[in-house]
């Protein structure tokens, strides 16, 4: 079954919908997104003394990045289906209020 546009739906679906990304969004960030990029900060002050300079390598470092990188592409994705999701809400309001 195709998915359907946010603009497909009933205002309930849309309403719906939009808590289901919130939540969705919230618990990747809580979860996912911010123990990584402490992980990240973690892994690059390690190296701050000249003995702990030989700990962590490039690879480490690029690895940790990627996984950062990785998690603020989908933080991007969630958060721009929640905008279009929210902005089919915005439309059906005002078309129920009579601005459009």
């Known amino acids: 079954m195709a998915t359907r546009t946010p603009q497909q739906l009933t205002l309930r679906e849309k309403l719906s919908e939009a808590e289901r990304l919130t939540r969705e969004l919230i618990h990747h960030v809580e979860h996912g997104f911010i123990p990584k990029t402490q992980l990240l900060r973690r892994t690059t002050r390690q190296g701050g ?48 209020q009579g601005r459009k």
Not at 49 to 62: F, K, S
Not at 65 to 94: P, W, Y
């Open 49 to 96: 003394t000249a003995a702990d300079a030989g700990e962590i390598t490039d690879l480490t470092v690029r690895s940790t990045v990627e996984k950062v990188l990785e998690s603020d592409q989908f933080t991007r994705q969630v958060c721009d289906q929640l905008n279009s999701v929210l902005g089919a809400i915005r439309d059906d309001v005002e078309h129920l």
